[in-house]
């Protein structure tokens, strides 16, 4: 037997410092316990919020064994209980020694006992009555109601017979009997439209490469580096096929009857010359069995997520809420919600959903407007239904609420470490290490950029190897005399060809437009892949060498940068002066039951 499966050593503070997503897999595990606590008619809490957020009294009515003690608080069984039951993960797991067992329960017991020192810290700086407070608690309350009437409310509509799930288990054969996905090397030459001669030229060259490669299959990479004409990939990068669909049809069937060690090619295809090494193969077919829990996991997730789209698509009549369309910026004065209910963007930054204080993705600004939305709705459910009357509910939202103010407390030092960085502060650390802040070579271009968007259906692969023949093809074009002012009217009508935009290629965030620091002005780039998936072209118009960023520029990231690492440290060294002060009294007979019994010793004689 193993000891324990999961690493408890991670950083106590992962679940105390209000982090968001952390703080919601934490909520997912009280599932078990809200269960417990009910879902039909129990008890109310008391009716006073600021009374069910106070700690404990451990001092009155209770066993007096005490386990640990700090700062006027007391750790006992019943909290080991507690804690147990609503973080089920947190199991000790068994250890060859005493000592290994009691380190895990001590860290265990250190990092909920930490949490609760916190509340009370919160709690006694009235934390709950500011501002900043209440936001972030009516945040955590929407969440945690949120999720408590999807996974308690809804969740228990849905039932499954055995016969049913293995059904979906059958009808689903896609999902679990997938072809083998496959990892290689490649090595490729492009044809594209070229003359007949040089391609002639290419198929002979690629016959030469794969035969070095067999007779010496391990400098794979380094021929790769020397003759492939690729520039998705470096050549001693693997490549991994899972979808035989979104392949070269050319090299669909060779590929995955390969074996192991296997090199292949050339092989012509439409887009050119392929020559590729097998490293290795996984098989994807998953047993009934073996997947079970899972498939019952995600038909129920999707039960969920079906009825919350549906509850959304009528909202405004069922439940008077009318829901915006979703845009890709939102903004305090963005309307996300209205109706019976409105919710703006200065809601999502209030309830910590959206910092709307930094540049963020579009993607992301869409998603968190969706989960407004959708939080609004279910929580409207709630109501109609009388789940927020359930004592199961209601501590849902409490146990979020705590966290909140937890999450509230480190805000307020936050705060406090961004009022002591003054602005001659910032401006002296700034010119104290300018060369963190100077670009060493910029580089203004003109920019060709072609989008893979319309080739996709066609697959990934394919689409990105048809893209850059038609890049080579512009620049040949280019090299032939024509401006890429031109081939950019003609490529995009609709953007200017004299729009100029600054490229950095030595700085750590651009490594990938590092071939374009070896151009001079007036040359254009080689097909240059993006992070979109698109392909450039780039024309050198401007060069210049050690450019400084203006103060103005980097004074935002630098305040939150120097903010994040001091208040990282002030949490270190909370912890560690608290783990200090502990008073331990855990009973040996509570540790004994977590330390391996010694194996029996066998005795053989002759």
């Keep these: 037997m193993t000891g324990r499966k999961k690493n408890h050593r991670r950083s106590s503070f992962s679940s105390l410092v209000g982090d968001r997503a952390l703080k919601s897999g934490w909520l997912l595990l009280t599932l078990s316990l809200l269960t417990a606590w009910g879902c039909g008619e129990s008890p109310q809490p008391e009716s006073s919020q600021t009374a069910a957020l106070q700690p404990q009294n451990h001092s009155q009515g209770q066993s007096r064994e005490i386990w640990a003690a700090a700062r006027g608080l007391e750790f006992l069984p019943s909290d080991w209980d507690r804690i147990q039951q609503l973080d089920p993960d947190n199991e000790v797991g068994f250890w060859p020694s005493k000592e290994h067992a009691e380190s895990t329960v001590r860290n265990i ?15 006694n700086r009235g934390l709950g009555e500011t501002e ?6 009516e945040g955590a309350r929407r969440a945690a109601g ?24 059958e009808e689903r054969d896609e999902w679990y009997n997938q072809p083998r ?20 030229a290419k198929r002979v060259k690629a016959e030469e490469v794969a035969a070095l490669v067999r007779e010496d299959p391990a400098r794979f990479a380094e021929f790769a580096a020397e003759h492939s004409e690729a520039i998705s990939h470096s050549p001693d990068e693997t490549i991994v096929f899972r979808d035989p669909a979104k392949v070269l049809p050319e090299v669909r069937e060779p590929l995955w009857n390969a074996e192991r060690g296997d090199v292949i090619g050339p092989i012509e295809s439409s887009v050119g010359l392929h020559i590729f090494k097998v490293l290795n193969y996984r098989d994807r077919t998953f047993p009934y069995n073996e997947v079970r829990g899972f498939l019952a996991e995600r038909l129920l997730t999707e039960h969920v997520d079906q009825q919350a789209e ?6 405004e009549e069922r439940f008077g809420l009318i829901l915006a369309p979703i845009v890709d910026e939102v903004t305090p004065e963005t309307v996300i919600v209205s109706g019976s209910e409105t919710v703006t963007g200065a809601d999502l930054h209030q309830w910590g959903m959206l910092d709307l204080s930094i540049p963020s993705r579009p993607t992301l600004h869409r998603a968190r407007m969706r989960t407004a939305q959708r939080q609004s709705t279910i929580l409207a459910l709630a109501r109609e239904q009388g789940w927020v009357d359930n004592l199961g509910y209601q501590r849902a939202q409490e146990v979020a609420e705590r966290s909140a103010l937890v999450e509230a ?18 401006r002296e650390l700034y010119e104290a290490n300018i060369e963190e802040h100077t670009h060493p070579l910029a580089m203004q271009v003109r920019d060709l950029r072609l989008s893979p968007r319309s080739l996709v259906a066609s697959g990934e692969t394919r689409a990105m190897m048809e893209l850059q023949n038609r890049a080579l093809a512009l620049r040949a074009r280019w090299e032939q005399g ?28 651009q490594y990938w437009f590092g071939p374009v620091a070896d151009l001079a002005t007036g040359e254009v780039s080689q097909p240059m892949p993006r992070q979109d998936q698109s392909i450039s072209l780039f024309e050198v118009v401007r060069i210049e060498t050690d450019v400084p960023q203006p103060f103005e520029e980097v004074v935002g990231e630098m305040k939150r940068e120097i903010t994040t690492q001091r208040l990282d440290a002030a949490k270190d060294q909370w912890m560690q002066e608290f783990a200090e002060e502990i008073e331990w009294s855990i009973p040996e007979e509570f540790i004994a039951q977590f330390v391996m019994a010694p194996a029996p010793l066998s005795v053989s004689g002759n």
Excluded: C, N
């Design 409 to 426: 407390l480190w805000h307020r030092r936050s705060d406090e470490l961004l009022g002591e960085l003054t602005d001659q502060t910032l």
């Design 181 to 200: 996905e496959i990892w290689l090397q490649h090595i490729f030459f492009v044809l594209g439209d070229i003359p007949q001669e040089a391609s002639d």
């Design 482 to 509: 024509e401006s890429l002012a031109d081939l950019i009217r003609e490529v995009s009508p609709d953007k200017d060809p004299d729009a100029l935009i600054w490229l950095f290629p030595r700085d750590r965030d």
């Design 109 to 123: 017991i250190g990092t909920e006992f930490a949490r609760m020192v916190l509340e009370k810290e919160a709690l």
């Design 310 to 315: 549906d509850l959304m698509a009528e909202a």
């Design 146 to 169: 949120t999720q408590w009437a999807e996974v308690i409310g809804i969740g228990q509509q849905f039932s499954l017979t055995e016969e049913e799930l293995r059904s979906e288990y």
């Design 132 to 137: 900043r407070g209440r936001d972030l608690a």
